[in-house]
Antibody, heavy 118, light 108 residues
C-alpha cells in the first residue's frame, strides 16, 4: 500500500545538524511532490518545505529558509530533510506527506521526533 | 507572511452541527483543505478543493467557501469526531503552503 516512513530523528544540541529521511513505497515516487510538516509539542501543524516531483523546484517556510534543505534520491525512493543550525524552536515531530495536485496531502508518514536541546 | 485564522475551540453536543471557520485573504483565489488530527495520531485529509470529500470520509463532513472564509461543517456530530481540525491553503502566489492554527472540537 502507499506508505511514507520517516526516520533520523533524535536529540541534538543547538547549532548542530540532523538529516531526516522519508522512505516512500507503493506509488510512483518520481511523480509526486512531497511536503515536510512539523508539529511542536502541544502545538499546531506548521508547513516546513516542499520538494517538487523532480527535486528542481523546492520551497521553504521563512522559519527554516537558509538552514534546511530538501532533496530526493530517486534510486532509493527516499527524500531527505537536511537541517542545519538547529534551534530549540525546531523541536517537533516532523512528518512527510505526499501531495496530489488539487487533492491535497493525502498520505502522511507516522512522523519522527527531533529534540534540540543542550 | 500569510496567515489563516481559526477559532481555538468549538464545542457541540452529540447529534448537533459543528461549524469551524478559517479566514485568509487569499482564500477567494486559492483552494482550502481540511485535516483532522486525533490525539496521538497522524493528520487525515477530510476535505479538499474547498468542498470535496475524499473517499472513506463520512458524508457528515462538508466544506464551503464564501469570500475570505471557508467553513468545515460536521452534521450530526459523533463522539469519534472529537479532534483537532486544521485548514490549509497557499499564499496568493500559490507557492507557500500554510496551516491555520487549528481548532479543537469538543463533543460534550
Amino acid at each position: 500500500q502507499v506508505q511514507l516512513v520517516e526516520s533520523g530523528g533524535g536529540v541534538v544540541q543547538p547549532g548542530r545538524s540532523l538529516r531526516l529521511s522519508c522512505a516512500a513505497s507503493g506509488f510512483t515516487f518520481g511523480t509526486h511532490a512531497i511536503h515536510w510538516v512539523r508539529q511542536a509539542p502541544g502545538k499546531g501543524l506548521e508547513w516546513v518545505a516542499l520538494i517538487s516531483y523532480d527535486g528542481r523546484n523546492n520551497h521553504y517556510a521563512d522559519s527554516v529558509k537558509g538552514r534546511f534543505t530538501v532533496s530526493r534520491d530517486k534510486s532509493k525512493n527516499t527524500l531527505f530533510l537536511q537541517m542545519n543550525s538547529l534551534r530549540p524552536e525546531d523541536t517537533a515531530v516532523y512528518y512527510c506527506a505526499r501531495e496530489v495536485p488539487v487533492y491535497g496531502m493525502d498520505v502522511w508518514g507516522q512522523g519522527t521526533t527531533v529534540t534540540v536541546s543542550s | 507572511s500569510y496567515e489563516l485564522t481559526q477559532p481555538p475551540s468549538v464545542s457541540v453536543s452529540p447529534g448537533q452541527r459543528a461549524r469551524i471557520t478559517c479566514s485568509g485573504n487569499a482564500l477567494p483565489n486559492q483552494y482550502a483543505y481540511w485535516y483532522q488530527q486525533k490525539p496521538g495520531q497522524v493528520p487525515v485529509l477530510v476535505i479538499y478543493k474547498d468542498n470535496e470529500r475524499p473517499s472513506g470520509i463520512p458524508e457528515r463532513f462538508s466544506g464551503s467557501s464564501s469570500g475570505t472564509t471557508v467553513t468545515l461543517t460536521i452534521s450530526g456530530v459523533q463522539a469519534e469526531d472529537e479532534a483537532d481540525y486544521y485548514c490549509q491553503s497557499v499564499d496568493a502566489s500559490g507557492t507557500y503552503k500554510v496551516f491555520g492554527g487549528g481548532t479543537r472540537l469538543t463533543v460534550l
